[in-house]
Structures are given as structure tokens and as C-alpha cells.
């Protein structure tokens, strides 16, 4: 076997893979074979882990500078794209830079260049203007839901990351749609196309909730009593629905995260921390979540305000049915609202009785001590096993960040779990424990 097949199992295994579907596998040789190429593939169907394996195979693990750039729409996707990597354990350095973050901190993780550089348009193109990289080993170039950056306006940056960057030998663009060709300032000549657009469909359903309210909140409430105890988003149009909505369901003791493009960073990232690790199990978002972001396997999202453009529609189903399992798409439709076109589905849900979902059985701690701090996951499990007394059951998705971790813990733990380890020491630290 080779060193690269071993090196592959290796990560697969890191990440409790058994193996790659038919996608990555395609993926994989096709970006190990050419030079340019362009995968159309839906939301969650493992499009970063099938541009990563290829690219880290060719990374030189005794150059000191920037390899390989990795441009997205978002700070939620930079994130979660440097979190893949380092989960993938393959031993080059990455970080992620984006608007909003400190530049003391870029500073920071530039000054000990990473191998693999991921950020937003509007962050990257500062960075190059101040030089504060080189460029002369950046030869691998990935646009990763390169559309999504069109779309929001940061063609002028993209156009100008391009042309900063002269030794690019691999070009690799990725999307979840088909509606925006390939930009014209990357100088794709003739790229191979893996397009697996139309797999995996058959396994979302998408089925009407009627609403004999114009006000749709019983309804949702009697939606999410019949649905039951599972992962799920409900989608909303605007922020300001988001508050409207999650009063609600605060006022009926239901619990669940809110997400959108009004909310501080920290928040939002908090949100989606709570959202993977089961502190909560329903998280009420703006389209901002229907793409880009890191969330675990949903079984159910819900339109609670009918999506404007058929794009929006596709996306946001995206985040159920993913890595071609199944899930459900329901639309709550006010009993006189017309559907739009592209809502194409006549199956009425029947929602039977049932009482509230109940709250969530996890809560989450904080940690003050992270990665700069040399700390591991075993060290904090180490920690809340002999000094908390937690059972292996009882310990959540631990998460470790730069400068701190968060884990996820029994709620009838919290108490005693923050009482007994704050002060305590991680490696050489004195750390901090909190509930969030």
C-alpha cells in the first residue's frame, strides 16, 4: 500500500469514515489528475473533505510559507473548513482569517506562516496589499462556494486575489447550485466538471404543513410537538422574525438557538456550538444558515416564511438529507398563501397530537485555556473524569478554539462540575469553567 493510501485511511479513520462516496472518490482523482476543476455537488455531501485530501497530499511539509489558499463567503465556513483540517490531524498548520476579527490576531497566526490559509474575500485581499504573506509557493487556489461570494458582492476582491497570485498551478472551484459560471479574471481554460448536482435527491421529502392562521406560531408549535425530539432549523426571512419566533417558543418553554447576520460573532458561533453538541436541538435562522456553516446531521428543517428565490429554497433543504441520508423539507403554508413555482410538492403533513419537545438533557461549559495553551482534548476529558467524577457517558462534544474549549455536560451536572474545577489547573494553566 502506498504512503498516500496509508495516509488517507489514516485520516478517514481520525474522522470515524469507513470510507469516501462516490463524490469524493471522483473528486479526488480528478484534482490529483488536472489542474483545473469544478465541483457542483449539494450542501453536505462532504465537498471540503474531497478538495482537502488531494491538496494536503501535495503540501511540502519543510516550506515555511503559504501553500495553498482557500477563499469562502463566510466566516461560519472559514471556521469550519480549519476545524476539518485540524480534525483531519495531518500535521500542517492552518488558519483561518475573515471581517470582524482582530487583526492583532491574523498578525499572530501569520507570523508563523500556515501551509493552508482559508478566509473571506475582503480579508485575504487586505492581507495581500499589505504583503503580509509571500506568494511565491500559493499554488493551489480553491474558491470554495465560489457563487455565494459572487453573489454577495466580492467579485472586485476575488478578481484581485486572482490577480495577486501568479504562480497558481491548481485552480479547484466548489458550489452546491449551477446558476453562475466561472469568472472570467481565473483564466479557467478547460476545466473538468464533477457534477453531482442530482444525487442523492430522492432522499429529501418535502412535504406542506397548513396553517389555518395567517400567524403561523401554533402552527409551528403543533409541527414541532409532532416531529418530535430531533435536530432541526426552522427558517425565517428576516432577523426580525427570528425574535418574534424564538419569544414564542420561549414562552412555551421550548429550547433553541437563534442565527443571523445581526448578531455578534462570538454569539453566533456560540449558537451553532450549542446547535452541534445538543445544548439545543432547534435553532431558528435567517438563510445565513442555509450554507457555509458546521452543523451536524439534521433529520428536519421547517420553512416558516415561504423563501423568495428558488436558490434560498434549495439551499436551505440542503441542511437535512445530507451525505445522501434521508431527511424532511416541511413548508408551513398559511391556508390562503400561494406557493411559488419552484415549490413543486402537493404531500400534506397531518400533524397529530402530541406533547412539547423536552428540553435538552446537555448544557455548555467554558473553559479559559485552549490550543495556544498546548491543552487536548484528553486533557480536559482528564479533567472532568478524575476531578468532576463524570462517567464517559456524561461527557459531551468537547471543542477546543485558540483560546479556549467549551464541553458539553449532563445540566443536573453543571453546578458541581463549576464549582469543583474552576481554579483548576490545564497542563501549566489555571483555568476558568463557566456555564454559556
Known amino acids: 500500500m502506498s504512503d498516500i493510501m496509508k495516509n488517507q485511511e489514516k485520516i478517514l479513520s481520525k474522522l470515524s469514515i469507513a470510507k469516501l462516496n462516490p463524490m469524493q472518490e471522483e473528486t479526488l482523482q480528478a484534482i490529483r489528475e488536472n489542474p483545473e476543476v469544478v465541483l457542483l455537488s449539494p450542501t453536505g455531501t462532504g465537498k471540503t ?29 472559514a471556521l469550519q473548513i480549519e476545524q476539518v483540517v485540524r480534525e483531519m490531524g495531518a500535521g500542517f ?3 483561518a482569517i475573515y471581517g470582524g476579527r482582530a487583526g492583532s490576531q491574523d498578525k499572530i497566526d501569520l507570523k508563523h506562516r500556515p501551509a493552508i490559509l ?62 453562475v459560471g466561472i469568472p472570467k479574471f481565473l483564466g479557467m481554460r478547460n476545466p473538468v466538471y464533477i457534477d453531482y448536482l442530482h444525487e442523492g435527491l ?14 403561523k406560531l401554533e402552527t409551528l408549535l403543533k409541527a414541532l410537538s409532532h416531529i418530535g425530539n430531533h ?50 436541538q432547534l435553532l431558528i435562522a435567517t438563510d445565513l444558515a442555509a450554507r ?10 421547517i420553512h416558516y416564511q415561504l423563501p423568495m428565490k428558488s436558490h434560498e429554497f434549495t439551499h436551505r433543504n440542503g441542511r437535512t438529507a445530507r451525505m445522501f441520508n434521508d431527511g424532511t423539507a416541511y413548508v408551513i403554508k398559511w391556508v390562503n398563501e400561494d406557493l411559488p413555482e419552484f415549490i413543486d410538492t402537493q404531500e400534506v403533513e397531518e400533524i397529530r397530537e402530541a406533547s412539547l419537545p423536552t428540553a435538552s438533557a446537555w448544557e455548555t461549559l467554558y473553559i479559559s485555556g485552549g490550543r495556544r495553551d498546548k491543552i487536548s482534548k484528553g486533557d480536559i476529558a482528564g479533567l472532568f473524569f478524575k476531578q468532576g467524577n463524570l462517567n464517559i457517558d ?38 476558568l469553567v463557566r456555564l454559556i
Open 49 to 77: 473533505l474531497a478538495f482537502l485530501l488531494p491538496i494536503i497530499e501535495e503540501l511540502e511539509a519543510d516550506c515555511g510559507e503559504v501553500q495553498v489558499m482557500i477563499i469562502v463567503p463566510t466566516r461560519e465556513l
Open 93 to 95: 498548520k492552518t488558519n
Open 118 to 179: 482559508i478566509g473571506t474575500p475582503g480579508r485575504i485581499a487586505d492581507h495581500l496589499r499589505r504583503e503580509s504573506f509571500s506568494v511565491e509557493q500559493i499554488q493551489t487556489l480553491v474558491l470554495d462556494e465560489f457563487d455565494k461570494s459572487l453573489e454577495i458582492g466580492f467579485e472586485t476582491e476575488m478578481s484581485e486575489i486572482a490577480a495577486a497570485l501568479p504562480w497558481i498551478r491548481k485552480r479547484i472551484l466548489t458550489s452546491a447550485t449551477q446558476k
Open 202 to 215: 430522492p432522499q429529501l421529502k418535502i412535504k406542506i404543513i397548513l396553517s389555518p392562521e395567517k400567524d
Open 231 to 280: 435536530p432541526g432549523i426552522v427558517f425565517v426571512n428576516f432577523k426580525d422574525t427570528i425574535q418574534y419566533v424564538s419569544d414564542f417558543l420561549s414562552d412555551h418553554e421550548i429550547s433553541h438557538g437563534c442565527f443571523h447576520g445581526g448578531m455578534e460573532q462570538q454569539d453566533r458561533e456560540r449558537a451553532l456550538l450549542k446547535f452541534r453538541n445538543g445544548t439545543h
Open 292 to 301: 457555509g456553516i458546521d452543523i451536524p446531521e439534521i433529520r428536519f428543517i
Open 394 to 431: 456524561e461527557l459531551g462534544t468537547i471543542e477546543i478554539k485558540q483560546d479556549c474549549a467549551f464541553v458539553a455536560v449532563p445540566a443536573d451536572k453543571v453546578d458541581h462540575l463549576v464549582q469543583t474545577l474552576s481554579n483548576s489547573k490545564l497542563k501549566k494553566k489555571k483555568v
